[in-house]
């Protein structure tokens, strides 16, 4: 019978807006990176989506294709990060460019995970100084203890 053996990875559930859930760890580089990757390619594609509205002035049907468009594309790019089905789930019959606090949705969720990533950082931090030390005394005293013993 194998032995079983648990360690901590760090990841956690988040539930989002009470409409989804996702795991991840906060502090994991490889997420961090596709994060913020992931943020300034989408807030690019908000310039373009701005500056190509603007060129379609007042055809409306031409100018609701595109938000679509973008809007399925924006979608995409969440659920790359968070997982298929995330991005339906949050914004459910609602274009991610949306306004709501002065800001288009797809902003406010990326700044909520910024916002989570730096204080998982820092709490990591705080917890793994004082333990890290505690090792270092812990390998300074066994290595003082077994040099003696030559």
Known sequence: MAKKLSFDTGVAEYDINGKVKVRFNPTDSGFVERLYKLFSDLEAKQGEFQERI??????GEAMFAYAAERDAEMRAMIDGLLGDGVAAALFPGMNCYALADGLP??????FALAEEVEKAYEDEQGRSDPRIRGYNKKYEAMRAKYKRVK
């Open 105 to 110: 949705v797809w902003v406010n969720l990326m």
């Open 54 to 59: 603007d060129e379609i002035g007042e055809d």
